[in-house]
């Protein structure tokens, strides 16, 4: 989704500065969230407090599914999309925006300087860093969202109320350490494979 989106969004001389790059993540983070991040961390996190119940009422994947289908309707997989959506959305905007800064600054005069897979794994652990501090207190109010306490908010806004009312500030960073090692070197992997996929697929198909 990003590529597509970065294609039309390019100035004349072919380069995404940095503000196209925010708004090409955004909208990738936004179509991520609805089509399938929503749907599969809510079913995540339901089957999560159901095996961690005295009594576990899902059998297998397919049979929680159903149930959850059931029982709830389709918005029952669709807890929390307003905070899924918010924090997806701002998480992939962060990332490219700064991968695309970093990207810009590296290359500096030369926009088609070929970047070494280990500078662009460093620049997507960068990114990744700068996604964790910037949008955890999102994934927070998300995770509320999806979970078994989710009755005890009226929306996403009222979620994020209550916990800066009753826990403070803080709260919204619980989890912010573990969440950085496993992001950092998670997007610098995805970044890597992903230019080096893009390389691959220019020599292969050529749109000179």
Request: with cysteine; proline share 4%.
């Amino acid at each position: 989704m990003f590529e597509f989106l970065s294609n039309h969004m390019r100035d004349e001389t072919g380069k995404l500065d940095s503000m196209r790059g925010l708004l090409c993540g955004l909208g990738a983070g936004v179509a991520e969230a609805v089509v399938v991040v929503c749907p599969m961390e809510t079913i995540k996190v339901k089957f999560i407090h159901d095996q961690c119940s005295p009594k576990p009422k899902y059998h297998g994947f397919f049979h929680g599914v159903r149930e959850i289908i059931r029982q709830q309707g389709l918005k029952g997989t669709y807890q929390g999309l307003t905070a899924t959506v918010l924090k997806q959305g701002s998480n992939q905007a962060i990332r490219f925006f700064v991968m695309t800064s970093l990207r810009n600054w590296y290359r500096g005069d030369e926009p088609d300087k070929v970047m070494n897979p280990i500078v662009t794994g460093l620049f997507g652990a960068i990114a990744g860093a700068a996604s964790v501090f910037g949008n955890t207190p999102l994934d927070v109010v998300k995770t509320r969202m999806q979970g078994l306490e989710a009755h005890k908010y009226k929306s996403t806004w009222d979620c994020a109320y209550q916990i800066m009312k009753y826990e403070g500030p803080i709260a919204f960073y619980k989890g912010t350490i573990p969440r950085l090692g496993r992001v950092c070197l998670d997007v610098a992997i995805v970044f890597i494979i992903y230019d080096e996929v893009v390389k691959v697929l220019n020599k292969v198909w050529k749109t000179d």
